[in-house]
């Protein structure tokens, strides 16, 4: 028999209505006793004489705990489902219902009526499927359809290029002040995966990293390969370059939101007018002091990190630099104006203290009501009025 043909040809789940498969397949095991179960599965118990040699069942019809290796999987480290010794397939699609056999040796089969649109995986015992327990990727759509493609095998290469690529979103949006220079940069990141690092777009001729000689030379695409062509495509679609070349960098809000909660610590509540206006000028006087603070250093002279594991990485880390103390000396500054200056001649101060128009209060717009007949009309549970 012509092997690899009928190998290609049979990868495919062999369990009777099964037309939506799962990437990770199983060999039918060769222990006799184990192999009849899962035969009668396949064929709801209606076993035809003959059979192919080689047959699979797709991962979908597993119960969860059959996988020896779902964790793995799930964090994206394996590539495929691998099963526990003796497990057996179990579940099927809903749509066979009809079909379903009523031969005792079939009773393991679930049919479960489930009230979601894919009921692929979902059983009596578990709500939980495959997908539902995959690192959800909650970024733009672009991102979603480069990951689809990289768990085609023949695409694997772009698997280690995702988190980059998506940094590289940001960075063209960040680093860039007009359309087509995000296009330029957008665009350079083509020739960087092949390991070229100048390119024909005027606007962006040079990549800004230091060239040095990768230690991981496989990591580069090379084009013409499958994985390199479907990410050009995805890359360069004309709507994805429109949408390039209008994104804002949104950066700065993370200085704006840091100087939020510098005023946050000055002026923590309500103050009258001028002390509310004295704090916001403490805090504008520390946030352009601080703003730009550098790394930390430890005694040998070495930048300190500290490591993260913000919420929405779900379990990855990431360092982060530490800053330096901030500094006071805004606050020295003023002493010494206040000791040499305002101490000897106050006049002046004052005088442009007294310029500054101070707003009537807000419930100054509002008639006061005579105070006697406000307590008058109050009436508390235990003090009913003098009714
Ligand atoms: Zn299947
Ligand atoms: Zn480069």
Redesign the pocket.
Known sequence: MQQTKQQTKSS????VG?????RS?QNVPASEETRAKWMDFIFECNVPERIGKIL??????FELDCFANLGQYNAGLATRLTLQAVSV?SIR?ISDEGNASTSGQCARVHHVACQTDRPKMCTVGTQLSVKTLRPHYKSTGLLKKLVKIAQNKECEKLKKWLPSIKKHIYWTAATSTSGPERVAKWTSLLNHVQDIHSHDDPVFPQCLHPLRISRDKSKWLTAGTPAFSRLEKVLTNKRVLKDVGKLSPHYQTSSLESFHSVILRFAHKNFPFLGMLCRLYLAVLHFNENAGRPQATSSAGEPLFKVNFPKYKKGECTAKPVKAEPTFQYVDNLLDLIFHKVFQDPAPYVNEVLKIPIPADLSAQFDKPDKREVVASYVSRFNQGQV
């Open positions: 495919r789940c062999a369990v099964c037309t939506d498969p799962h397949i699979f069942v797709c991962a979908n019809h397939p699609r």
